[in-house]
């Protein structure tokens, strides 16, 4: 099941436990000693720069499938996701910020070049004002062989939060790849905590043994799987990467948003509950995909006004994983928490200069 760490860090006391979180979340995804010792590094330097540079923040530390999407049947490797969100002063010079020795507050401004060094990825946006996202992955480097297929073309990311600081969640995000075919999917279990969280993880274990499938067929494979849960809302987005074309379908209330240049649209679901009542017919919607796309999928724990990513600047070279965040980051505030569990899960292409 989804499992999510939240750790908010108002004050050094919960340092400590941003260091025990990623420890717990490697050893759920198998690393070993090495790479546990990584993520809780990169936990606790995180932390601390939380209370060094934005008077606190929150980590969101959780398992999940790797930014490229995996080929075949069977579930991905699993890394460590360690996202650091904040509403702090933000970061004028991110690239300096990146960098051993940079420092704002007459420290050593090792914190971020560590994280940089020890995590398999890292990456860091941040604007005045608003605050900062810093996300690190540790896991099993992807091979070179596997960086180098057609799936590499495009990136996939997203966090997930559960509602009131629960031990899981009951939304899930994930995504396949097959042939010319990379699918991502965002389902969210009715209401939240444990039975939630069976439904929304049942709903990505069949994503991963029917990655083949279109969207409209998957729903209804989802359908039949999710019998005897509580169902789910599940949005289905399939990229078909040798036509360049988008395929949606979704059923019940999860939201998907695509930009295409500089404007949004709206990929609309059906009404219904997978593994509860589907309706008859699951129409699909195409749309060609080109470099200038994004793709977000979102619960509903989103509040219903908030603004797409990139409202504040362009995204689409950023990790999506980030972009994510960021979504999340500015539609809530430590006044204005997240009303329900919440998933926000990214497509976007690779950047020309990133395997």
């Given at each position: 099941m989804p499992r999510v760490w939240e750790v908010p860090v108002p004050d050094a006391t919960r340092v400590r436990d941003a260091r025990v979180a990623a420890e717990d979340a490697a050893a759920l995804a198998g690393l070993g000693d090495s790479r546990t010792a990584a993520a809780a590094l990169v936990a606790t330097e995180l932390a601390t720069n939380q209370l060094k540079y934005a008077e606190g923040g929150r980590l969101l530390i959780e398992v999940v499938p790797p930014p490229r999407a995996p080929g075949g049947h069977g579930d991905p490797a699993q890394v460590v996701q360690i996202a650091a969100v904040d509403h702090g002063p933000g970061m004028a010079d991110v690239a300096a910020a990146r960098r051993d020795g940079f420092s704002t507050s007459g420290s050593l401004g090792a914190g971020l070049g560590t994280c940089r060094r020890v995590a398999d990825e890292f990456h860091l946006h941040s604007a005045p004002g608003r605050g900062t996202v810093a996300l690190a992955r540790v896991g099993a480097t992807v091979p070179r062989a596997a960086a180098e297929t057609r799936h590499a073309a495009v990136r996939a990311?997203?966090?997930?939060?559960?509602?009131?600081?629960?031990?899981?969640?009951?939304?899930?995000?994930?995504?396949?790849?097959?042939?010319?075919?990379?699918?991502?999917?965002?389902?969210?279990?009715?209401?939240?905590?444990?039975?939630?969280?069976?439904?929304s993880s049942a709903a990505v274990e069949t994503l991963h043994r029917s990655a083949r499938l279109t969207p409209a067929e998957l729903l209804r494979r989802l359908d039949t799987a999710l019998r005897g849960t509580r169902g789910a809302a599940v949005a289905v987005a399939q990229l078909d990467l040798r036509a360049g074309r988008l395929r949606f379908a979704g059923i019940g209330n999860v939201g998907a948003r695509l930009r295409e240049g500089g404007a949004w649209r709206h990929l609309l679901s059906r009404p219904g509950i997978v593994g509860v009542h589907r309706p008859t017919t699951l129409p699909e919607t195409e749309v060609p995909w080109g470099d200038d796309r994004l793709l977000v999928l979102h619960s509903d724990g989103l509040p219903s006004q908030w603004a797409p990513p990139g409202a504040a600047g362009p995204l689409t070279a950023t990790d999506p994983a980030v972009t994510a965040a960021v979504t999340v980051r500015d539609a809530s505030s430590s006044a204005r928490p997240v009303r329900d569990d919440t998933a926000v899960a990214v497509l976007t292409p690779t950047p020309p200069d990133r395997p």
């Open positions: 990311g997203g966090v997930t939060i559960p509602f009131a600081g629960a031990e899981y969640s009951g939304d899930a995000w994930s995504w396949a790849g097959a042939e010319d075919r990379v699918t991502l999917m965002l389902a969210d279990g009715l209401g939240h905590g444990r039975e939630a969280a069976r439904a």
